[in-house]
């Protein structure tokens, strides 16, 4: 009975000791902005890819969750989601079908929110470079819009300013041109 009481007591003690991601933060309006943006225009299926934000607190206190929202621009009245599109198909069990499939995201960036990474703490003038690396799985045309906030609940709001933007993005339906050369290293071909 006793270790029964022991393992209870450090289960207890265990659960819900994080503390919340959204824990002190601020309400009001800060700036923060979008220093700059890359993500390629043209794509081939199953090509590598980056998108890359750059973020900067432009405030002079410092933020502790300044975040981004990456999200696909929806069809048909569907909610938007990240790197995809949701279908109306109701034989799906998720309706979210890829456009992109999702191979990492910004180190340490996960938070509760699917679409929203977080950029973490940052300074007075400071600014961090978030990364998402993907590979491209459906075929056509598509715009990607991201944004940064000062928080994670909506407590905070980004004041005006460069805090948003977008890609048009077309994804060719032939894989990446390349080819297997005698010393057995593959060599792709350069994309137009």
């Keep these: 009975m006793r270790r029964a009481v022991i393992v209870l007591a450090v289960l207890a003690t265990g659960c819900g000791a994080a503390e919340r991601q ?3 933060e601020p309400s009001g309006e800060f700036k923060v902005q ?3 943006a890359t993500f390629p225009k043209r794509q081939h299926i199953a090509e590598s890819v980056q998108l890359r934000v750059r973020v900067k607190n432009a405030d002079d ?3 502790r969750n300044v975040a981004v929202t ?3 621009k929806p069809v ?3 909610a938007a989601i990240s790197f995809g599109q949701r279908s109306n198909d109701p034989a799906l069990a998720d309706s979210g079908r890829p456009i992109w499939v999702l191979d990492a995201g910004p180190v340490g960036g996960d938070v509760v929110t699917v ?3 977080s950029a973490g703490t940052l300074g007075p003038g400071e600014s961090k470079v978030l990364v998402w690396k993907l590979v491209a799985s459906r075929a056509g045309r598509f715009t990607v819009d991201y944004r940064v906030s000062p ?3 909506g407590r905070a709001t980004a004041a005006q300013g460069d805090t948003s933007g977008s890609f048009d993005v077309t994804i060719a339906d032939l894989p990446v041109p390349a080819r297997v050369g005698a010393d057995g290293r593959v060599t ?3 994309l137009r």
């Design 61 to 63: 206190e410092t933020l």
């Design 70 to 72: 990456v999200e696909t």
């Design 115 to 117: 679409n929203t990474w």
């Design 188 to 190: 792709r071909a350069a």
């Design 76 to 78: 048909e009245g569907n």
């Design 151 to 153: 928080g994670l609940t």
């Design 22 to 24: 959204d824990a002190d």
């Design 34 to 36: 979008i220093v700059s």
